[in-house]
Antibody, heavy 119, light 108 residues
Framework: QVQLHESGPGLVKPSETLSLTCTVS????????WSWIRQSPGKGLEWIGH???????DYNPSLRSRVTMSLDTSKTQFSLRLTSVTAADTAVYYC?????????????WGQGALVTISS | EIVLTQSPGTLSLSPGERATLSCRAS???????LAWYQQKPGQAPRLLIY???SRATGIPDRFSGSGSGTDFTLTISRLEPEDFAVYYC?????????FGQGTKVEIK
């Protein structure tokens, strides 16, 4: 059973860097589309970007200048870095992975990590 | 960027009734890459439908998806108590991938 679990600081100061890690169990870290998606409190879902296992990345243009995603196959982890954060970046951050039966569609999700941007 | 507009914003229905949710795209979307998700409070979204009309693993057949081009629909044939939730459409074809703003299905 594939399981994803996000971890990282729950509180980040404005202008600093948000860093989250998604630890994967029960499945390969290779292959698949690995995505980060966020949800501001009481709001809808926003696609941050994804990384294909080959290393190719695709980021939301609204965040592209501040986002970096990476895959660590040795640790079976998927990471997100978002620089120069503001209060608008306060959200629940989800990592997700597709399934070979449903290519690209985010099928497996973590439980989400709430990150608050505040001094 | 493809903007997905869902309607209605809120749907008030009783258990056993039929729910019809709409998702309209600002430009044509590949049917291969249109999905629907269900989200309950405090939970991550759950994939219901992918490729416009294919049900994901374990999804009951009361959920069905249809559509093409710019107009897509999620239908729940008979609402069960556990179906009251927020539903999002999502396109994952051309970049950037986007989500609709959601439709809340609430108990009338």
């Amino acid at each position: 059973q594939v399981q994803l679990h996000e971890s990282g600081p729950g509180l980040v100061k404005p202008s600093e860097t948000l860093s989250l890690t998604c630890t994967v169990s029960g499945g390969s870290i290779s292959s698949y589309f690995w995505s980060w998606i966020r949800q501001s409190p009481g709001k809808g879902l926003e696609w941050i970007g994804h990384l294909y296992y080959t290393g190719n990345t695709d980021y939301n243009p609204s965040l592209r200048s501040r986002v970096t995603m990476s895959l660590d196959t040795s640790k079976t982890q998927f990471s997100l870095r978002l620089t120069s954060v503001t209060a608008a970046d306060t959200a629940v951050y989800y990592c997700a992975r597709d399934d070979s039966r449903f290519p690209r569609a985010a099928t497996y999700w973590g439980q989400g990590a709430l990150v608050t941007i505040s001094s | 960027e493809i903007v997905l507009t869902q309607s209605p914003g809120t749907l008030s229905l009783s258990p056993g009734e039929r729910a019809t949710l709409s998702c309209r795209a600002s430009q044509s979307v590949s049917s291969s890459y249109l999905a629907w998700y269900q989200q309950k409070p405090g939970q991550a979204p759950r994939l219901l439908i992918y490729g416009t009309s294919s049900r994901a693993t374990g999804i009951p057949d009361r959920f069905s998806g249809s559509g093409s081009g710019t107009d897509f629909t999620l239908t729940i044939s008979r609402l069960e108590p556990e179906d009251f939730a927020v539903y999002y459409c999502h396109h994952y074809g051309t970049s950037p991938w986007t989500f609709g703003q959601g439709t809340k299905v609430e108990i009338k």
